[in-house]
């Protein structure tokens, strides 16, 4: 079992910038893919970025790409997810995950955090 808690959303302007932290409560958090995925009200849950366990290897959806940097400290068990240049278009529940596979379906992943919310205003 591992339990994810996420923090770190809120309100802002367009252009703006916010950093969300997601802590992980298993000790061998360095052995797990973690990814962040966002749901917008009304729309299906959507791949937002993953960092491997090894090496550090990361993969963006391409609406994000350039703004939002994903990235992992396992000494404390957290991922992180940097976001730049937001737009009203970024608004959404923001949730971090748990897999074992390179993976962009939400099926894929294990466990889930319960999601902090990002509004971005215009």
């Known amino acids: 079992q591992v339990q994810l808690v996420e923090s770190g959303g809120g309100l802002v302007q367009a252009g703006g910038s916010l950093r969300l932290s997601c802590v992980a409560s298993r000790r061998a958090f360095s052995s797990f893919h973690m990814a962040w995925f966002r749901q917008a009200p009304g729309k299906e849950r959507e791949f937002v970025a993953q960092?491997?366990?090894?090496?550090?290897?990361?993969y963006y959806t391409d609406s994000v790409k350039g703004r939002f940097t994903i990235s992992r400290d396992n000494a404390k068990n957290t991922v992180y997810l940097q976001m730049n240049s937001l737009k009203p278009e970024d608004t959404a529940v923001y949730y971090c995950a748990v897999g074992e596979r390179i993976a962009t379906s939400p099926q894929q992943y294990t466990y889930w955090g319960q999601g902090t919310q990002v509004t971005v205003s215009s």
């Open positions: 960092i491997l366990r090894l090496a550090g290897t990361t």
